[in-house]
Each structure stands twice: as structure tokens, then as C-alpha cells.
């Protein structure tokens, strides 16, 4: 069975959260919350939210723990972007953009051999 959790309009830039979010794909969940609590970004912390939150869901629907549960499916999606210009050299506008993302976590049961 799947349990899921996701996170939406986060102010992190997709392209950020990518990488470490690519690490935890097919681990042990407890393996991927451990590594995210030793990793010191600030960035890590609603990966780690919503790892926990989709762990919450296994275990309110099915009684699961976290070491019985894998990562099968963890995506980041990019949400709108803010877009304002801010002041440049001689009077200009440079435009910037602000980036949102969604994060989707889908766990699954251990397959015992």
C-alpha cells in the first residue's frame, strides 16, 4: 500500500531542493530522516516535514512504523514564480524572479524476502 504527503508553495527554488531530494529517492525512510537531520542546510528542513508527515499517514492508516517504510516516489515540482524588478545601475529595472516549489513523497511497504 502507498502512503503520501505533500508540501506546496515553498519558498525554495526547485533547482535547490532537487539534489538532495535525488539522495533520499529508494532509501529506508529511517535511513533518509537520520541523513537529514545530520545534513545543516536550511533548506532540508520541509523535505524532512514532509517525510515525517507521509510517516504520520502509514502510521495513522495502517499502523506502520518508519523502519518498515522505503522512499518509492519523491519529486520536486515547480510552483509559480513571483516576478518584480528590483533596482539597477544607472535608473534601469532588472526584473527577478522568485521561485516556488511542491514537494510529493510516496512511501511504500518493505517487501519481506
Not at 4 to 22: M, N
Not at 44 to 56: C, H
Not at 66 to 91: C, H, N, T
Request: charged share 25%; net charge positive.
Amino acid at each position: 500500500m502507498q502512503f503520501g504527503a505533500s508540501a506546496k508553495y515553498l519558498r525554495y527554488s526547485p533547482y535547490k531542493l532537487r539534489p538532495l531530494v535525488d539522495v533520499l529517492r529508494g532509501k529506508n525512510v529511517e535511513y533518509a530522516l537520520n541523513w537529514l537531520s545530520t545534513c545543516s542546510l536550511k533548506k532540508v528542513v520541509p523535505i524532512k516535514k514532509v517525510i515525517e508527515s507521509a510517516v504520520a499517514n502509514a502510521k495513522n492508516l495502517q499502523n506502520l512504523e518508519a523502519e518498515a517504510l522505503w522512499i518509492s516516489k519523491i519529486f520536486v515540482d515547480q510552483g509559480p514564480s513571483y516576478r518584480y524588478f528590483s533596482p539597477g545601475a544607472m535608473g534601469r529595472a532588472n526584473p527577478r524572479t522568485k521561485r516556488l516549489s511542491h514537494i510529493s513523497v510516496i512511501l511504500e511497504k518493505k517487501q519481506e524476502a
